[in-house]
């Protein structure tokens, strides 16, 4: 009987969601009398007024606009200040402010998720009071006591909003905590190593459960490029740090060729090499070894060669893929494996590197449209 009615009140819930497909705003906004209140919808690109009220004295308003299709989020507004809150359903929400602090100190009911979000706003608020307040007329002292305190605020703010993220990163509070800013710098930044992993909860969370919302692709797309963007940093950082250590403008390979003869790279000083780590099991590898042959017929005469490491797992499907190429090509026991694949710092193939006639690397993952160029370059 106690499974029946909890099933009862969910059937319920949802149907009166379904036949009220409108969401309400309501409430008093006392000593207002004769200001325009603006309900509005705070888009990802652009705010729009919804409707407007001009108070009466009693202040009372009531605003209705259809249910978001996502979590989204609007606005009160009077004069200058303004009350955000969230709607993920079919909310009646309730608010009561004061004209004078109408932003701040008003009572809400209706939606947990908005009160999340209104205790996010006067905690950055009151952080930007304080950095408004810090004047170039202060001594240097008194402004690095005011700094001092400003970031422990911040710090403590950043905990507050993490504690929120990690309980719900699926919530648009979350997402609201992320776009919160001082003097119009982010708090958070998918692009600085403490805040990337919120960043991240937040954007994968949203692009599980809603991957076609527009704010979803938004955020999506910001933690991808910075994770790219560390990415490339963390690779030049590492092959920078591989040539130091080598001492040499390349890391020397010596692996068996097709024959079980041993080929060294450093044996090609003098030329210009492409050294390619490819697999002839990867997608697309027949265009690709014909792009290299091509590059090899016009080249090899003039002095270029083409060392090739294969990291093909399978060692029978290898041997006879390169039965007839006329270039250099390698393969570890290892396969894919191979000490090399970190030596060389890869991460995907193919990749290439270009190295000139006195063993320099000159440039990776050049395309075959500009590597003809690169190499004429080098042969002169």
């Given at each position: 009987?106690?499974?029946?009615?909890?099933?009862?009140?969910?059937?319920?819930?949802?149907?009166?969601?379904?036949?009220?497909?409108?969401?309400?705003?309501?409430?008093?906004?006392?000593?207002?009398?004769?200001?325009?209140?603006?309900?509005?919808?705070?888009?990802?690109?652009?705010?729009?007024?919804?409707?407007?009220?001009?108070?009466?004295?009693?202040?009372?308003?009531?605003?209705?606009?259809?249910?978001?299709?996502?979590?989204?989020?609007?606005?009160?507004?009077?004069?200058?200040?303004?009350?955000?809150?969230?709607?993920?359903?079919?909310?009646?929400?309730?608010?009561?402010?004061?004209?004078?602090?109408?932003?701040?100190?008003?009572?809400?009911?209706?939606?947990?998720?908005?009160?999340?979000?209104?205790?996010?706003?006067?905690?950055?608020?009151?952080?930007?009071?304080?950095?408004?307040?810090?004047?170039?007329?202060?001594?240097?002292?008194?402004?690095?006591?005011?700094?001092?305190?400003?970031?422990?605020?911040?710090?403590?703010?950043?905990?507050?909003?993490?504690?929120?993220?990690?309980?719900?990163?699926?919530?648009?509070?979350?997402?609201?905590?992320?776009?919160?800013?001082?003097?119009?710098?982010?708090?958070?930044?998918?692009?600085?190593?403490?805040?990337?992993?919120?960043?991240?909860?937040?954007?994968?969370?949203?692009?599980?459960?809603?991957?076609?919302?527009?704010?979803?692709k938004n955020l999506y797309s910001l933690?991808?490029?910075?994770?790219?963007?560390?990415?490339?940093?963390?690779?030049?950082?590492?092959?920078?740090?591989?040539?130091?250590?080598?001492?040499?403008?390349?890391?020397?390979?010596?692996?068996?060729?097709?024959?079980?003869?041993?080929?060294?790279?450093?044996?090609?000083?003098?030329?210009?090499?492409?050294?390619?780590?490819?697999?002839?099991?990867?997608k697309g590898s027949i265009d690709y070894?014909?792009?290299?042959?091509?590059?090899?017929?016009?080249?090899?005469?003039?002095?270029?060669?083409?060392?090739?490491?294969?990291?093909?797992?399978?060692?029978?499907?290898?041997?006879?893929?390169?039965?007839?190429?006329?270039?250099?090509?390698?393969?570890?026991?290892?396969?894919?494996?191979?000490?090399?694949?970190?030596?060389?710092?890869?991460?995907?193939?193919?990749?290439?590197?270009?190295?000139?006639?006195?063993?320099?690397?000159?440039?990776?993952?050049?395309?075959?449209?500009?590597?003809?160029?690169?190499?004429?370059?080098?042969?002169?």
């Open positions: 009987m106690k499974k029946i009615l909890i099933l009862l009140l969910i059937l319920s819930v949802l149907y009166s969601c379904k036949q009220h497909d409108k969401f309400h705003i309501s409430g008093k906004v006392n000593d207002a009398k004769g200001e325009m209140l603006y309900f509005e919808h705070a888009g990802l690109m652009k705010t729009t007024v919804l409707d407007s009220v001009k108070l009466n004295a009693n202040g009372e308003f009531t605003f209705k606009s259809a249910r978001p299709t996502y979590p989204d989020f609007y606005r009160l507004r009077l004069a200058d200040k303004i009350i955000t809150f969230a709607v993920d359903s079919c909310e009646d929400i309730s608010i009561e402010a004061k004209s004078d602090n109408f932003a701040t100190e008003y009572l809400l009911t209706g939606s947990e998720t908005s009160l999340q979000i209104q205790k996010l706003r006067k905690s950055v608020m009151d952080i930007q009071r304080k950095v408004n307040d810090i004047s170039p007329a202060m001594s240097v002292t008194v402004q690095n006591v005011k700094i001092a305190d400003i970031e422990k605020d911040i710090e403590i703010h950043k905990e507050m909003a993490r504690k929120l993220i990690l309980q719900n990163p699926r919530s648009i509070a979350s997402y609201f905590a992320l776009y919160q800013k001082i003097n119009d710098t982010y708090m958070f930044s998918p692009y600085v190593k403490a805040d990337k992993p919120y960043c991240a909860a937040v954007a994968t969370s949203f692009n599980v459960y809603m991957p076609e919302y527009e704010r979803t933690v991808m490029d910075a994770i790219k963007t560390e990415r490339k940093q963390i690779d030049k950082e590492a092959w920078n740090e591989i040539l130091a250590k080598a001492g040499a403008g390349y890391i020397n390979i010596i692996l068996p060729d097709k024959n079980n003869v041993e080929k060294k790279l450093s044996s090609l000083e003098g030329k210009v090499i492409l050294i390619d780590f490819s697999a002839y099991e990867m070894t014909f792009a290299l042959r091509e590059l090899y017929t016009k080249y090899h005469s003039r002095g270029f060669e083409i060392y090739q490491i294969s990291v093909d797992q399978n060692k029978l499907l290898w041997q006879q893929s390169v039965e007839n190429i006329p270039w250099i090509c390698v393969r570890d026991e290892n396969g894919p494996n191979t000490k090399y694949i970190a030596s060389y710092n890869i991460s995907s193939i193919p990749t290439t590197f270009l190295m000139d006639r006195k063993g320099t690397i000159i440039g990776r993952d050049y395309g075959f449209d500009q590597l003809p160029q690169e190499i004429e370059k080098n042969l002169r």
